[in-house]
């Protein structure tokens, strides 16, 4: 049962244009959302977060958007650029729980095209 | 600072032998995970540690062993290896201080791991 899915498995957007990555959960004790980076023969690096107290938190070019009802976010990357290829995880946890595991999706892997 | 270190970086073992994964942090972290990666499963927690002499059991623990006698390492056992073992493994810390404000996660490199 996959808690945590990324529905999109690639996505391809020219360079300077938005990319809108997406992300359903089902569990609803989840409270902390998390995207992380992915370059090949790396390990995931820590993009953005956001609590579920919050609807949007946004640093520099990435922006999140959580939507509780639905149980659904986005990351947004605007402008994108070709160092963004690679491959995003959406990430969830309930603080509550100990040691706070993460919950991970699929991936979907973004290419920019220059 | 070198992090979070996996060693081996690859490995290939032939099904039914045993193998260990070590990793490494030396970031004084509390907590540390180990993660399988396989196409179309996104990250899958094999087991964890909140602290030195503790590990639980995450969403895939079967087939695998765990220890974590010195808090900064944590090792990956895999005692009979199987062809559904083959992956690629990530090993992950994070410090308890950040425990109730963030989730964030540091990753090592990796371990790609082949059963034949």
């Known amino acids: 049962d996959q808690q945590v899915k990324q529905n999109s498995p690639s996505l391809s957007v020219q360079e300077g244009r938005i990319s809108i990555l997406n992300c359903d959960y089902t569990?609803?004790?989840?409270?902390?959302f998390l995207w992380y980076k992915k370059y090949p023969a790396e390990g995931p690096t820590f993009l953005i977060s956001?609590?579920?107290?919050?609807d949007k938190n946004e640093d520099g070019r990435f922006t999140v958007f959580l939507n509780k009802s639905a149980k659904h976010l986005s990351l947004h990357i605007v402008p994108s650029q070709p160092g963004d290829s690679a491959v995003y995880f959406c990430?969830?946890?309930?603080?509550?729980?100990?040691?706070?595991?993460?919950?991970f999706g699929q991936g979907t892997r973004l290419t920019i095209n220059p | 600072n070198a992090g979070v270190t996996q060693t081996p970086k690859f490995r290939v073992l032939k099904t039914g032998q045993s193998m260990t994964l070590l990793c490494a942090q030396d970031?004084?972290?509390?907590?540390m995970y180990w993660y399988r990666q396989d196409p179309g499963m996104g990250l899958r927690l094999i087991h964890y540690?909140?602290?030195?002499?503790?590990?639980a059991k995450g969403e895939v623990p079967d087939g695998y062993n765990v220890s974590r006698l010195k808090k900064q390492n944590f090792l990956l056992g895999l005692e009979s290896a199987a062809p559904s073992q083959t992956s690629v493994y990530f090993c992950?810390?994070?410090?308890?201080?950040?425990?109730?404000?963030?989730?964030?996660?540091?990753f090592g490199e990796g371990s790609r791991l082949t059963v034949l």
């Open positions: 569990n609803s004790m989840f409270d902390y």
């Open positions: 540690s909140v602290g030195e002499g503790t590990t």
């Open positions: 956001i609590s579920s107290i919050k």
């Open positions: 990430a969830a946890s309930a603080r509550n729980q100990g040691a706070q595991k993460l919950v």
């Open positions: 970031m004084n972290h509390e907590y």
């Open positions: 992950a810390s994070k410090p308890r201080k950040l425990a109730g404000l963030t989730g964030e996660l540091f």
